[in-house]
Nanobody
Framework: VQLQESGGGSVQSGGSLRLSCTAS????????LAWVRQVPGKEREGVAT???????TYADDVKGRFTISRDNTKNTFYPQMNNLKAEDTAIYYC???????????????????????WGQGTQVTVSS
């Protein structure tokens, strides 16, 4: 497993969770990092991206509530998710791709589906 998520669980509406994603076979420093989520029966939805120099993009419905960050010393990246809502309930997946492949193109949340490395997912359940 090259990317491993952790930190999923159940929380009440308005609460917070921080997921983690640790890379085991490469160092994340030169990678674009991302999170997506999926509700059973629906397509995966891009949540956030983080470029190597710190630029970020977010899906409209998480802006102001979610923050993506990285810790290169731990080879781990995160979404801090605040003010969670019932509609945030989903399986959350982390993803990564070499920044060289994105030269000249912003890795928006809509393009995460093209990333190469993926985690296996962690469930987040928000109860109202």
């Amino acid at each position: 497993v090259q990317l491993q998520e952790s930190g999923g669980g159940s929380v009440q509406s308005g609460g917070s969770l921080r997921l983690s994603c640790t890379a085991s076979t490469f160092t994340i420093e030169r990678y674009v990092l991302a999170w997506v989520r999926q509700v059973p029966g629906k397509e995966r939805e891009g949540v956030a991206t983080l470029e190597t120099k710190g630029a970020t993009t977010y899906a409209d419905d998480v802006k102001g509530r979610f923050t993506i960050s990285r810790d290169n010393t731990k080879n781990t990246f995160y979404p801090q998710m605040n003010n969670l809502k019932a509609e945030d309930t989903a399986i959350y997946y982390c993803a990564a791709d070499k920044d060289d492949f994105w030269t000249g193109t912003r890795p928006s949340v809509q393009l995460i589906k093209h990333f190469f490395y993926w985690g296996q997912g962690t469930q987040v359940t928000v109860s109202s």
